[in-house]
C-alpha cells in the first residue's frame, strides 16, 4: 500500500510540474495613457507643444483616438485599449505663432511639425511616451500621384498602367532635369527580430560594412532602385501648378497592345486603366537589361515619344536588383522619395542587415541622405493583417497611406488645398494620412 | 513508425479479438443501455478489472447526413459524414485486458460562415478564443483517423496497472477564399495504477496528451483580404468579441499541452458496482506567430496568445448486474473555466466558465437474448458564463436538457431481431442574461454571430429520435447489424426574438445508416 501511495503522490506531483502559466492575473480594459510632445531639441530646443495634434491608431483593431495637447504638451487619453499603437503628431505655427514661441520670423507663411512612433506598446504597465517633433520639410516639388495599385488582372492592364506623378506645387517654373526618384526598401512586416528596431523595421546599423552606427537609421533611407530624369537643366520645365508623369510603360493601357515577346493582350474593360501614352517620362529597361545578358522584360514596351529616365541605381555593379522594370508593389509595400544629389554615384550602397554572408544573388540597397530629400510618400499594405513599419522619418511623412486594395485601379493621390489665381495648390502637411486620398487613378488629374 | 503502420498494427491487434468470451460475462455491444459502460471502460479500465466483459471485435462503416437550418452562426448547414470504425475487448487472460478502436471519417460540411478554424459551435455555445475568422460560408473537406487503446492488468498482489494511448491525425480544407487547410495531429496517454483489497479498489491517473494543429490561409485572390472586401478578410478572434487583425493568419501554429491527474475509489460484489472518481485536467493552447523573418516554428518567443482551461469532473457510478434486469445510475458533476492571455498586451480579457450537473439512470429487463425493454432517462443542467472584457460582451445561460429514451426488441427470432428506439430530448433555457457594448469599430461580429448564436441558446427545443436496428445471426457467431436512425429538432418557442429578426425555424432533421459485424 505504501507503494501505491507513493506512486500515487509522484504521479500528482509530476502533472503538477507543467510550464509557468501564471498569467499574472491582470484583467485586460481599457487604461490611460500620455503622449508628451516636444519641438526637436537640436532646433527647438525641446520645448512643451501646446496644442499639438495626437492621433492614436491602434494597429490591433484599427481603432483611433484623437486629442489636443495642454499647455505642458501632454494629450492625456484617459480610457484607450490596451494594444499596439501608431502614433503620429502635427502641429501647425503660422508664422506669427512660430515667431511668438521661437522668437524670430519664419521664410513660411507656416511652419509644420511632425512626429511619430510605431508600434507602441500600451497596457497597464506602459502608460506614456514622449514624441519630437520636427519641422517637416515643404517641397516646392512634391509627389502628387502615386498608381501603384494596378488594375483587374484579366479585364484591365494588372500592373503595366502604374505610374507616379510629380508636381511643382511652388509659383515658380522649376527644371525637373537631373531630379532623382526612389524606390526605398524596408521590411515588409511589423514583427521584430535581433536585426530590427522594436518598430520591425530593418536596424541597418547592422549591416555588413556599415560605419553610420545608429545614425544609419535616423539620417538615411534605404532605395533598391533610382531613376533620374535627363535633361542639361533646363531641359524640362515644370510650371507651377503642372506636373509630369513617369510611367512604367507610356502607352495607351485602355488599347490592345502586343508584348515584346510579340503575345497580343486584349484589355477587356478600357475603363479600369489609363492612357500613358502621353506620359514625361517612361522607365525603360531593355538596354540595361541586355547589357546584363539578360532578355527584354515582355512587358517593358518602349513608346520612342516619351523620354526615358536614367537608370541611376540597379543594385550594385555585379548584384543587379532583380527587377526586370518599374513594377511597383501592387499591395502596397514601397515608398518613394524625390531628391536632388550632385554626387550621387558616389553614395555607398549595403545589404540589409539581416544577411550575414554575402552571396551571388544578395541585393544591395544605396544609401540616400534624408537631408537631400525633397518630398516622399510611406506606401502601406491595404491588408491591416500585413501591415509593414515605415521607411520614412515623420519630417518626411508622419503616417503613411494605401488604397484599399490591390489591381482595383486606384491611385493614392494629393488633396486640393486651394486654388491662387487659378493655380491649384496641393496639401502638403508631409503627413500622407492627411494629405492624400485613394480613388481612381488618373494621371494629371485632381482629388478636390 | 509511420502513420499507415500504426493503423495496421492497430487493426491486426483489434482484429485478434476472437471469440473467448468469458461464462456470465456482460456483452457491451448489445444494447446501446450498456454504451456508458464501454465509455467508462475506455475511460477508467482498473473499475473493469474484476469484471466479466465479452470479447468482442466490430466493425462498422457509416454514413450520415445532417441538415441544419436551426444552428449557431459558426457551424454548417449541411453535413454529409462517411466513417469506418472497428473497435473491441480482448480478455488475454482473466487479469489481462486489451481495448481499443480505430475511426476514420471523411465529412464534407456546407455553408460555415464565420470559422476558419477547426472548432464548430455544433457541440458547444461557443468557440475557443483565438481563431480566424471571414463571414463569408464556404464548404469544407475533413478528413481524420484516430487510434484509441489500452489494456488493464491486475497483478498477484493486488496492484492494479493500466495504460491508455491514443493518436489521432486530420486534415481539412475550405474551398473558397479565403482557404484555410489545417493538419492536426493529436497524441497522449494515461497511466492508472491502483489497488484491490477484496471488493475495494482504489487508483490513481496522471495523463498527458498533445495536440498540433498547423494552420494556413490562402487566397486565389489575394486582393479579397482587405477590409473594404467585408466578407471575404480575414480577422482574428481574441476573445469573444475582442476581434483584431493579425498577420499570422497566412501560416500559424496552435499546440494545446494538456496534463490530468485523478483518482477514485470503486466497491464491486457479484451484482454491485459502486465507484466514485475525480480528475483535474488542465490545458494549456499555446498560439505560435511569426517570427522577424516571417517563419513560423515552435519557439517561446513566438507564442502570440494562450489559452488555459482547467477542469475539474467528479463522477459517482452505480450498475446492478441482475438476473432479470440491469440497473444503471450516473451522477456527473464538471466544472470548466477559461481564461485566455494576450502576450503582447500582457493580460487577459476573455474568461469561461462552464458547470455542468448530469444525472442518468436507467434499467433494462432481458429474456434469454431478447431484450423486452430498455428505459432511461437522463437530465442535464449547464451553468454557462463567457465574459470578455474588450468585446464588451458578457454572457449568461443556464440551461436544462431532459432526456427520455425506450428501446426493445420487437421482434427477436432465432436468426433475426429486431430493436426499436425512440428517444426524446427537451432543452429550455431557465435563465439568462446578455450583454453587449461595442468599445471598438465594428459590431458586425457581435451583429452577426454573438447575438444570434444567443438567440439559439436560449430557445427551447425538443429533439426527437427513432432507430432501427436489424441484427443477424451469421455462422461462427457473428452478428450483423444494419441500422436507421433518423431524428429531427424542432424549436418550441419565440424566445429568439429577443435577439434576432430573421431566426431559420426550418426543422433540423439528422439521419443516419450503417452496417456492422461482431465477431
Given amino acids: 500500500m505504501r507503494k501505491i501511495l507513493l506512486l500515487l503522490t509522484a504521479v500528482i506531483a509530476l502533472s503538477s510540474c507543467g510550464e509557468d502559466d501564471d498569467f499574472g492575473g491582470a484583467a485586460l480594459q481599457s487604461v490611460p495613457f500620455a503622449v508628451n510632445l516636444k519641438y526637436d531639441d537640436e532646433t527647438f530646443n525641446g520645448q512643451a507643444v501646446a496644442q499639438g495634434n495626437v492621433i492614436l491608431k491602434n494597429t490591433n483593431t484599427g481603432d483611433t483616438y484623437t486629442l489636443e495637447t ?106 525637373a532635369d537631373g531630379l532623382y526618384i526612389a524606390q526605398l526598401y524596408g521590411k515588409t512586416s511589423t514583427t521584430t527580430s535581433s536585426f530590427t528596431l522594436s518598430n520591425g523595421q530593418f536596424d541597418w546599423s547592422q549591416s555588413l560594412n ?144 539581416s544577411v550575414t554572408t554575402v552571396i551571388n544573388t544578395s541585393t544591395y540597397f544605396v544609401q540616400i541622405p534624408i537631408s537631400t530629400i525633397i518630398d516622399g510618400v510611406d506606401l502601406q499594405h491595404y ?32 488633396k486640393t488645398k486651394t486654388t491662387v489665381d487659378g493655380r491649384i495648390i496641393l496639401e502638403d502637411t508631409n503627413n500622407s494620412a492627411n494629405d492624400f486620398v485613394k480613388r481612381k487613378a488618373e494621371p494629371r488629374g485632381f482629388q478636390n | 513508425m509511420t502513420s499507415i503502420k500504426r493503423i495496421l498494427f492497430f487493426m491486426l491487434l483489434v482484429s485478434s479479438a476472437v471469440n473467448a468470451q468469458l461464462a456470465d460475462s456482460l456483452f457491451l455491444k448489445e444494447n446501446s443501455f450498456y454504451l456508458p459502460l464501454q465509455e467508462n471502460l475506455w475511460e477508467t479500465p482498473l473499475f473493469f478489472t474484476t469484471q466479466k466483459l465479452a470479447d468482442f471485435t466490430q466493425t462498422q462503416i457509416d454514413f450520415t447526413h445532417k441538415n441544419n437550418p436551426i444552428k449557431r452562426v459558426q457551424s ?42 477547426s472548432g464548430r459551435t455544433e457541440e458547444q455555445n461557443v468557440l475557443a478564443p483565438n481563431y480566424f475568422f471571414a463571414p463569408k460560408k464556404g464548404n469544407w473537406e475533413n478528413q481524420t483517423y484516430a487510434l484509441n487503446g489500452g489494456f488493464s492488468y491486475e497483478f498477484n498482489n493486488h496492484i492494479l496497472l493500466s495504460a491508455l494511448a491514443f493518436y489521432e491525425n486530420g486534415k481539412m480544407f475550405r474551398t473558397i477564399d479565403p482557404r484555410p487547410q489545417i493538419t492536426s495531429s493529436n497524441y497522449g496517454g494515461e497511466i492508472q495504477t491502483g489497488y484491490a483489497l477484496k471488493n475495494h479498489h482504489v487508483f490513481g491517473s496522471v495523463g498527458f496528451y498533445r495536440n498540433t494543429e498547423k494552420l494556413s490561409i490562402l487566397y486565389v485572390d489575394d486582393t479579397q483580404n482587405a477590409p473594404v472586401y467585408q466578407e471575404t478578410f480575414t ?203 461595442s468599445i471598438t469599430n465594428g459590431n458586425y461580429f457581435a451583429e452577426n454571430v454573438i447575438i444570434p448564436d444567443h438567440g439559439f441558446d436560449v430557445t427551447s427545443k425538443l429533439q426527437s429520435r427513432l432507430l432501427a436496428q436489424h441484427f443477424i445471426t451469421l455462422p461462427k457467431n457473428r452478428t450483423l447489424r444494419i441500422f436507421v436512425d433518423y431524428a429531427t429538432l424542432i424549436i418550441l418557442d419565440k424566445k429568439y426574438e429577443d435577439y434576432i429578426a430573421n431566426f431559420e425555424t426550418k426543422n433540423n432533421s439528422f439521419f443516419n445508416a450503417g452496417i456492422s459485424i461482431n465477431y
Fill in chain 1, 210 to 353: 556599415m560605419t553610420s552606427g545608429s545614425s544609419a537609421n535616423t539620417n538615411y533611407v534605404y532605395a533598391d532602385y533610382v531613376f533620374k530624369i535627363p535633361g542639361n537643366g533646363t531641359q524640362y520645365p515644370i510650371q507651377p501648378g503642372e506636373s509630369i508623369v513617369l510611367a512604367q510603360s507610356a502607352i495607351n493601357h485602355k488599347a490592345p497592345l502586343t508584348s515584346n515577346t510579340g503575345t497580343p493582350i486584349t484589355i477587356q474593360n478600357p475603363d479600369l486603366t489609363v492612357d500613358l501614352s502621353t506620359a514625361d517620362f517612361e522607365a525603360y529597361l531593355g538596354d540595361f537589361r541586355v547589357s546584363l545578358g539578360e532578355t527584354v522584360y515582355l512587358y517593358d514596351i518602349q513608346n520612342p515619344a516619351v523620354p526615358d529616365m536614367e537608370i541611376a541605381y540597379w543594385g550594385r555593379e555585379g548584384f543587379a536588383n532583380n527587377n526586370k522594370d518599374m513594377i511597383l508593389d501592387s499591395n502596397g509595400r514601397d515608398s518613394f522619395v524625390i531628391f536632388r544629389a550632385d554626387n550621387f554615384s558616389t553614395y555607398p550602397n549595403f545589404t540589409d542587415p
Fill in chain 2, 76 to 117: 454548417a448547414d449541411k453535413v454529409t459524414e462517411y466513417g469506418f470504425q472497428t473497435q473491441g475487448i480482448f480478455n488475454i487472460k482473466p487479469k489481462l485486458r486489451l481495448f481499443g478502436d480505430f475511426r476514420y471519417t471523411k465529412s464534407i460540411e456546407k455553408g460555415i460562415g464565420y470559422n476558419l478554424s
Fill in chain 2, 235 to 437: 480577422r482574428f478572434s481574441s476573445g469573444y468579441g475582442r476581434i483584431i487583425f493579425n498577420s499570422s493568419y497566412s501560416s500559424n501554429i496552435t499546440i494545446d499541452r494538456n496534463t490530468n491527474f485523478g483518482g477514485g475509489y470503486q466497491y464491486q460484489n457479484n451484482r454491485n458496482s459502486f465507484s466514485v472518481a475525480y480528475k483535474y485536467n488542465k490545458s494549456m493552447d499555446d498560439f505560435y506567430g511569426r517570427d522577424g523573418n516571417g517563419k513560423i516554428y515552435v519557439d517561446k518567443d513566438l507564442i502570440e496568445f494562450k489559452y488555459k482551461v482547467v477542469s475539474h469532473a467528479t463522477k459517482i457510478n452505480y450498475f446492478f448486474d441482475g438476473e432479470k434486469f440491469d440497473y444503471k445510475l450516473l451522477l456527473k458533476y464538471t466544472k470548466d473555466q477559461g481564461d485566455n492571455y494576450s502576450v503582447a498586451e500582457r493580460g487577459q480579457n476573455y474568461r469561461m466558465n462552464l458547470e455542468k450537473i448530469t444525472f442518468e439512470t436507467g434499467l433494462i429487463k432481458k429474456e434469454n437474448d431478447r431484450v423486452l425493454y430498455s428505459f432511461e432517462i437522463a437530465a442535464n443542467y449547464n451553468r454557462h458564463k463567457y465574459v470578455d472584457l474588450l468585446g464588451l460582451t458578457q454572457k449568461k445561460l443556464n440551461t436544462i436538457e431532459i432526456e427520455a429514451s425506450l428501446n426493445r426488441d420487437v421482434i427477436a427470432l432465432k436468426k433475426n431481431k429486431l430493436n426499436l428506439q425512440i428517444y426524446f430530448q427537451n432543452y429550455t433555457a431557465l435563465d439568462e442574461a446578455f450583454l453587449f457594448s
Fill in chain 1, 70 to 175: 495642454n499647455a505642458s504638451g501632454v494629450a492625456n487619453f484617459t480610457e484607450i485599449l490596451p494594444g499596439t499603437y501608431d502614433v503620429t503628431a502635427t502641429k501647425t505655427l503660422t508664422n506669427t505663432e512660430f515667431n511668438a514661441v521661437f522668437g524670430y520670423m519664419p521664410s513660411t507663411e507656416s511652419v509644420t511639425f511632425n512626429g511619430a512612433q510605431g508600434q507602441v506598446l500600451v497596457n497597464a504597465n506602459v502608460s506614456a511616451t514622449t514624441i519630437e517633433l520636427k519641422s517637416a520639410r515643404i517641397g516646392d516639388l512634391v509627389i502628387k500621384q502615386i498608381s501603384y495599385a494596378g488594375s483587374h488582372a484579366t479585364q484591365g492592364a494588372v500592373f503595366r498602367d502604374q505610374f507616379i506623378e510629380i508636381y511643382n506645387n511652388s509659383n515658380e517654373i522649376i527644371y
Fill in chain 1, 383 to 414: 491588408s491591416p493583417n500585413s501591415q509593414r513599419p515605415k521607411m520614412l522619418p515623420s519630417q518626411i511623412d508622419a503616417s503613411f497611406i494605401n488604397t484599399d486594395a490591390a489591381y482595383n485601379s486606384q491611385a493614392v493621390i494629393r
